[in-house]
């Protein structure tokens, strides 16, 4: 997946276009590269392999003037990072030139076609072709219905924007991936997120599903794939460009860890009336989602069942397809924190089509899963940029906790937040210090914790590269316990509950083997038999899960620095992952 942007006003294109593609790197950055149509009317490239900061060394994007441009930051899916993959991507002759997020599943049979209408191809992805049968239409077709007629030969998912020598205007088509319209006084935008655009303007577009736009100076028109123009509502966000930019830290990942303090509040702030309805009105429930809000989606299964003792089935998203059996008896519970990941989409998009109810949990307004759910809760917790997530993870708990207590009152778990990471914040960092040269560290946890505990490795092997596994403390005896030698991490949580003794139980079993045990718990004893220990106060049994995440995503976030790693962008890693 990458991040595309768009700029047409006033303003010079590729200034803002590149402070565009800085806030949109934690969607891919294996490339970057800027088009930009020049005072006659020509279109002038500068792209490259490597991240921003990497590729402005070499190539000067500021040098290209003009008011009207393009940019791309990529996430290789089709062909290596290279220059030649690198987009904007042009037809034969440079005149239309566009960048592309999402993944054309035809594109193999359609450049065979243009090959055999002599086409020559100057990349290995499949966005190039995009451009190459623009250039075929424009044959017979002016420009618009070219870019139309082009877009309806394209299977799987697209965001386009693409610009035309001569033309002052921007060309956009959406599918499965998103695209958002951006409307500023006399300057218009696109980009795949709010983010790069909310520092000029407030009011936005989101495309829908098989749309073209084409967007001009003063304002855009809509399109269905037919070509017959729609009439769109823009939608007023509030973040502040501030709350999507770093704020001094030396990290997005450190700030939003920090914000939870707010970001939880809010998120208990939600109105569950509606949703509550639905979830009273099913017995049979289905989670989908994927990575981390797959473990807010085992919190929801352990608080409905457990609590509320109402069935819930968790399936990870890319697996629904093959496992799940949704009928129109069925709610499913679909949590996304971008809204835009493609294996969740389409796997509610199955089971939408058996005739499943679907309500969605989401952070982004206007995203792509709240035009496919019936109802949407927005978890309200502002934008989240660093790939790992954090806040967005507790603000998921929150509403997932709202939606099964709607009359309780937790938000006071905010203000114990902002508390604990200050208290075990040095803590942390000595045990980061301590972990940082491990091969493997395994969670362990039991109970209302052990979502907590697959929470904790994935943050831990995502950012810090270090292999990190969770497992329920009863199940070490049935074959982990055999990597477990002199040294070997081994992250307990416990909690003092019913699973206390167990736990203890788990803990010396691992010690036994020469283990470095390191603790999160609210029992002060447990330092007595475990090499560093964070202790937690938890006012109410119920919310362990908000008080355990914190020290283990510090831990994560402090391995990774120590390790030189920058938290933020993870290799490999994209913050929404648009392709199945
Ligand atoms: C979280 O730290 C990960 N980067 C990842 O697992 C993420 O939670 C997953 O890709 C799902 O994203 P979504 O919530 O936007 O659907």
């Known amino acids: ?114 090959m055999a209408k002599g086409h020559k191809f100057s990349s290995e992805t499949d966005s190039e072709i995009v451009a190459h049968f623009i250039e075929e239409y424009r044959k017979n077709s002016e420009n618009f219905e070219a870019f139309r007629k082009a877009i309806n030969r394209l299977k799987g998912s697209y965001a386009i924007v693409c610009i035309i020598e001569g033309e002052k205007k921007l060309f956009l088509a959406r599918r499965n991936s998103p695209l958002i319209v951006g409307f500023g006084k006399g300057e218009m935008f696109c980009a795949s997120d709010f983010t790069p ?153 199955f089971a939408k089509k058996h005739g499943a109810k679907i309500l969605a949990i989401t952070n982004v307004v206007g995203s792509s899963i709240t035009r496919i759910a019936d109802e949407t809760l927005y978890m309200n917790a502002g934008p989240e940029i660093g790939v790992a997530a954090t806040k967005t993870f507790t603000s998921q708990l929150a509403v997932v906790y709202k939606l099964a207590f709607p009359e309780r009152d937790f938000s006071y778990v905010a203000d114990d937040v902002a508390g604990l990471i200050e208290k075990i914040r040095e803590k942390a960092e000595e045990i980061s210090r301590k972990l940082k040269f491990a091969k493997s560290v395994f969670f362990i946890g039991r109970g209302i914790c052990m979502p907590i505990a697959y929470e904790g490795a994935l943050k831990f092997k995502e950012i810090s590269y270090i292999h990190g596994e969770a497992y329920a403390g009863g199940e070490l005896k049935h074959g982990p316990l055999s990597l477990i030698e002199k040294g070997v991490p081994v992250i307990a949580l416990v909690q003092k509950d019913e699973t206390y003794e167990k736990m203890i139980g788990s803990i010396k079993e691992v010690k036994a083997r020469g283990a470095y045990v390191v603790a999160i718990t609210d029992s002060e004893e447990i330092g007595n038999i475990v090499d560093d220990a964070i202790v937690v106060e938890c006012k109410e049994k119920l919310l362990y899960p908000f008080y355990f995440i914190i020290p283990l995503q510090l831990i994560a976030y402090y391995t990774s620095v120590e390790r030189g790693i920058n938290p933020d962008k993870p290799r490999n890693l994209a913050k929404s992952v648009t392709v199945e």
């Not at 942007?5 to 800085?22: F, H, P, R, T």
């Not at 770093?246 to 509606?274: C, L, N, T, W």
């Open 197 to 349: 655009m909310l520092k000029y303007t407030k009011k936005f577009v989101p495309m829908d599903e098989e749309e073209i736009a084409v967007v001009e100076k003063d304002g855009a028109r809509f399109f269905n794939l037919r070509g017959n123009e729609r009439k769109k509502k823009t939608i007023e966000i509030k973040w502040s460009a501030e709350e999507a930019e770093r704020g001094g830290y030396p990290h997005y990942m450190a700030k939003e860890i920090e914000e939870q303090k707010y970001s939880i509040k809010e998120s208990f702030m939600v109105d569950v009336r509606k949703a509550g309805e639905l979830v009273k009105k099913y017995e049979k429930i289905d989670v989908i989602a994927a990575g981390t809000s797959h473990h807010a989606g085992l919190m929801l299964k352990y608080l409905f069942q457990k609590e509320l003792k109402k069935k819930v089935d968790v399936v990870i998203a890319s697996e629904y397809r093959y496992v799940a059996l949704p009928d129109k008896e069925t709610l499913v519970i679909a949590i996304s924190q971008s809204g835009e990941t493609a294996d969740t989409l389409q796997a509610i998009k």
């Open 1 to 114: 997946m990458c991040g595309i942007i768009g700029y047409i006003g006033d303003k010079k294109a590729s200034e803002v276009i590149l402070e565009g593609i800085k806030a949109l790197e934690y969607r891919g950055y294996d490339s970057v590269g800027i088009a930009v149509i020049g005072e006659d009317g020509k279109i002038i490239i500068k792209k490259d392999r490597g991240m921003l900061d990497e590729v402005s060394k070499k190539v000067d994007f500021l040098e290209m003037d003009g008011t009207l441009g393009i940019g791309h930051t990529r996430w290789a899916t089709h062909g290596p990072p290279s220059f030649e993959n690198a987009h904007p991507h042009t037809d034969c002759e440079g005149k239309v030139v566009l960048v592309h997020n999402g993944v054309i599943e035809n594109y193999l049979e359609l450049r065979e076609e243009l």
